[in-house]
């Protein structure tokens, strides 16, 4: 065990000196009250240790103990459903014992070590066994079951096995001979650094969606299961609001939501609803897979920077189970401002900005542990990244929005305007990006609709028109435009308030399955058809809207309930209607 004494002290950074035994990011005990710290650089007499609790009243001289190993997280049953913070102390199970906080220097099991859970054992004695390998299996929730595997350095045959039963997460369950003869115990839990990602089998391509039910985002910027994608926007824009309906509604088995340096109501907002949500899939609360990791504004500031890795190592966890995991970030922005504090007190040149000149790594570091993976156990997992991003003053130029742009694949740019007229999700279509799409457009069309891909594309290009028109209409108004450019503009007008505009306090308007977003779309276009070819035969534009079924085709959102899909056949027939009506007018 190596031990020094501080020699200085700068906020959450301190330093000590002539002391040859500590190792890179190797986790130490700091002070008299033992405030865990992280060991982040050793350079000629020093060695530099970024604290995770308040530093206030540590004085030079005072001790700091090496525990040997790096910052690491307890994985195991128990983590869905809870919330812990920064670096995996549980919040929920000190409520009421240490106040709304922990304590300075209290050490808080990171998992509750005294409950028993029902273990079914399923490795058999004398199996050979390595990394990844399924031992057994405990219903974690009523929505998940926790499958525990072999740590992945490790490797031998079972010598020893326990029967079904309950136990603890300190309990062994079987006993491995390695090939150097040394016998390890493998129980329910096991302990993984934070900074290294988990091993996999195999990366695989991405080509399944992940289903939001958000029909801006899953038709016009599609994002694939194991994609990367960012929320960037100023204040007010809807960040937050467009992370909780995708975290709610998403077709993820687990959701691990990081509140990284936002505000405590934001973090206590979510615990309130998705107490009370019912998971449509398995009819039990939301939170039955759900993590919470809070790191909220008021909380040591170097523990934001470590919880976007213990979240990822979370999600890692689960993902080498066979699971499909979202990662919620809120946000990524503060977490950079957590690295430029740091940086600032180690006194390193800083580059645009005052951010440090690392922070691209950092976030390529953060976002390559997505992916779609075969596990070492033989299943198939996903780990994808969603990332909010809170530039100052909405300015995307600014370098966490640009070097968040390098390494995601996924951009959904949220407008000040769209926030501001109430229409959510903000999601600029013209700013916006998706380079899923063409992977995804094969499992539409064979999941969904065969013509989905060719009516989205007719889609963007309406609201690309619409978008080059509003310039002409902003200087003369519209009324001086042709019949056929102002089509352009009113079937727009549908496909935003009735198609991209979406209530997320309506019950069939929340969430829109894949299957009826393509038949929405069929029937803003079929209107568009109908309308264009009156129009050729010098019909007036004036005289298709007095039918009325422009606006009645842009509330097919709250008049179709999503279990009855055949009742679009009665608004096509209207449609058709419409048409045979002008025409005999008109001959």
């Not at 440090?356 to 996903?382: D, I, N, Q």
């Not at 009742?567 to 045979?580: C, L, N, P, V």
Request: aromatic share 8%.
């Amino acid at each position: 065990m190596n031990k020094g004494e501080i020699y200085e002290i700068n906020g959450p950074v301190v330093k000590v000196r002539d002391v040859k035994g500590f190792s890179m990011m190797e986790t130490v005990r700091v002070g008299n009250d033992g405030l865990i710290g992280e060991v982040i650089g050793i350079d000629g007499r020093d060695t530099v240790i970024q604290v995770y609790e308040p530093t206030s009243g540590i004085k030079p001289g005072a001790p700091v103990i090496g525990e040997g190993a790096p910052l690491s997280v307890r994985l195991g049953p128990g983590i869905i459903g809870n919330i812990f913070d920064g670096i995996e102390r549980p919040l929920t199970s000190i409520e009421g014992k240490y106040g709304a906080f922990i304590s300075r220097g209290v050490n808080v099991p990171l998992l509750d070590e005294t409950k028993k859970w029902d273990v079914e054992i399923i490795a058999k004695e004398g199996d050979h066994v390595c990394g990844g390998f399924v031992i057994a299996k405990t219903q974690e929730t009523p929505a998940i079951t926790h499958y525990s595997m072999i740590p992945p350095n490790v490797e031998g045959r079972i010598v020893e096995i326990r029967e079904n039963g309950k136990y603890t997460l300190n309990d062994w369950l079987i006993k491995i001979k390695t090939a150097d003869g040394m016998i390890k115990e493998i129980g329910l839990a096991q302990k993984w650094p934070i900074r290294i990602p988990r091993p996999y089998d195999e990366k695989k391509a991405v080509n399944m969606p992940l289903v939001t039910g958000q029909r801006v985002i899953d038709t016009l910027f599609p994002i694939a299961k194991g994609g990367t994608a960012a929320i960037p926007g100023g204040f007010g824009t809807g960040k937050t609001m467009t992370q909780h309906q995708l975290a709610k509604w998403a077709d993820a088995d687990i959701i691990i939501y990081i509140g990284c340096g936002e505000r405590g109501n934001e973090m206590t907002q979510v615990l309130e609803e998705f107490s009370e949500l019912i998971d449509p899939g398995t009819g039990r609360p939301l939170l039955d897979r759900t993590v919470l990791i809070a790191n909220t504004s008021n909380m040591p500031v170097a523990a934001r920077e470590a919880s976007i890795y213990t979240g990822i190592t979370l999600a890692e966890y689960y993902r080498d189970m066979g699971y499909h995991v979202a990662i919620m970030a809120d946000s990524t922005s503060r977490w950079a401002e957590a690295l430029r504090e740091i940086s600032g007190r180690l006194e390193e040149m800083p580059a645009e900005e005052g951010f440090p000149a690392y922070l691209p790594s950092r976030l390529a570091g953060f976002y390559e542990r997505a992916g779609y993976v075969r596990a070492l156990c033989g299943k198939e997992g996903s780990v994808t990244i969603i990332g909010a991003v809170s530039p100052q003053g909405g300015d995307f130029s600014e370098p966490v929005t640009q070097n968040t742009k390098r390494f995601i694949r996924c951009f959904w740019a949220l407008d000040r305007e769209l926030a501001y007229s109430r229409h959510y999700p903000a999601i600029n279509w013209i700013n916006s990006y998706s380079e899923y799409k063409d992977e995804l457009d094969i499992w539409f069309e064979e999941n969904v609709s065969r013509d989905f891909s060719t009516n989205r594309a007719r889609i963007v290009k309406i609201l690309q028109e619409e978008s080059s028109l509003m310039e002409i209409v902003k200087l003369i108004g519209s009324d001086v435009l042709p019949d056929s450019q102002r089509l352009e503009l009113e079937i727009a007008r549908v496909i935003r308030t009735g198609y991209l505009q979406q209530n997320a306090f309506h019950a069939d308007d929340t969430y829109v399955p894949p299957k009826k977003q393509a038949k929405m779309m069929e029937l803003i276009l079929q209107l568009y058809d109908m309308a264009k070819r009156l129009l050729n035969m010098s019909v007036p534009l004036s005289v298709i809207k007095k039918t009325g079924v422009f606006d009645k085709v842009a509330s097919v959102k709250y008049d179709i309930p999503n279990n009855k899909p055949e009742m679009f056949d009665s608004y096509k027939e209207m449609i058709e209607r419409a048409e045979e009506t002008i025409k005999e007018e008109y001959k």
